[in-house]
């Protein structure tokens, strides 16, 4: 079939539609991701008969896993050495300390370290087609629109999985790109003070664009009609609410550590409204 039409993704979900496995299993049209949560350090691993199932499945409908294209990684703090790797009949899945799923590079500290220098390096390389543009005096602003058209993306991917989750230095890295787009476009920026860069150019702080981003699709989230609204906590009975100090609708999860917070906890504590 043509490449494109709208045949392509509805085979592809008519062919994977009875994909199943005993653990979480996560599919994008030619990406399958099974994840499996061991509670302790004691515990053993089920995810080699849970990859037993997968290719099972395979060998039933004529197809053949890449093992060569598949990775297995194991994040926390568990000891890898007690954890048996994954085979197939063509060899060993290779075991990774950072991989790349739908565009998020992942690493086994969730310390997005590694997405952070990759997509800073990204945009970096784009700055060179932006001086381009301004040596051929293209107006300001069209610069400007080629910055957030094609260089901020990049920047902002996915920003709620992993926004509340960088540090300070790794916020800034991300701003620097922004602030030596503006220095491209406006000369007269130079030397100026970070927010006085961003008043010139009319535009918000990345993190505060992120932070909007986030609160706006949890505030989605929480809708009956969203496909994730499953993942949202009952919310709480209104005659308790109204005797509570913090009188939010959704109750806040304890959080111990913010390494390992998911966005839903985290929207939970800062971006749901106050009833």
């Not at 994840?35 to 089920?46: D, K, R, V």
């Not at 960088?166 to 503006?182: D, G, H, P, V």
């Not at 994730?228 to 005659?239: A, C, E, F, G, V």
């Not at 959704?250 to 929207?267: A, D, E, V, W």
Request: charged share 20%; hydrophobic share 35%; proline share 6%.
């Amino acid at each position: 079939m043509p490449q494109g039409s709208r045949l392509g993704p509805l085979s592809s979900i008519v062919l994977i539609d009875d994909l199943r496995a005993a653990c979480e299993l996560h599919k994008f049209v030619d990406d399958t991701t099974l994840s499996e949560l061991i509670p302790s350090t004691g515990s053993a691993s089920n995810m080699p008969s849970y990859f037993t199932s997968v290719l099972t499945w395979t060998a039933n409908n004529d197809m053949q896993i890449n093992t060569s294209k598949t990775k297995e990684m194991i994040i926390g703090s568990l000891d890898s050495i007690n954890v048996s790797p994954l085979s197939t009949s063509l060899g060993t899945v290779e075991r990774v300390a950072t991989f790349k799923l739908l565009g998020i590079h992942l690493d086994i500290n969730l310390s997005w370290s590694v997405h952070i220098n990759s997509i800073t390096s990204k945009a970096s390389k784009r700055l060179y087609f932006l001086k381009q543009l301004k040596r051929a005096g293209v107006p300001q602003n069209q610069l400007l629109h080629f910055y957030t058209a094609v260089i901020r993306p990049v920047l902002e991917y996915a920003a709620p999985v992993w926004h509340h989750l960088i540090n300070r230095t790794q916020a800034q890295q991300l701003e620097s790109i922004q602030k030596r787009a503006i220095h491209i476009i406006y000369n007269i920026t130079r030397g100026m003070s970070y927010p006085n860069v961003l008043f010139v150019a009319e535009l918000e702080s990345l993190e505060t664009r992120r932070n909007n981003q986030s609160r706006s699709f949890f505030q989605d989230i929480c809708k009956p009609t969203s496909c994730l609204y499953h993942l949202i906590p009952p919310p709480r009975d209104t005659s308790v609410i109204t005797r509570l100090r913090p009188t939010t609708l959704l109750p806040k999860p304890s959080l111990r550590t913010k390494k390992y917070c998911s966005f839903i906890n985290f929207g939970l504590h800062h971006y749901q409204p106050k009833k």
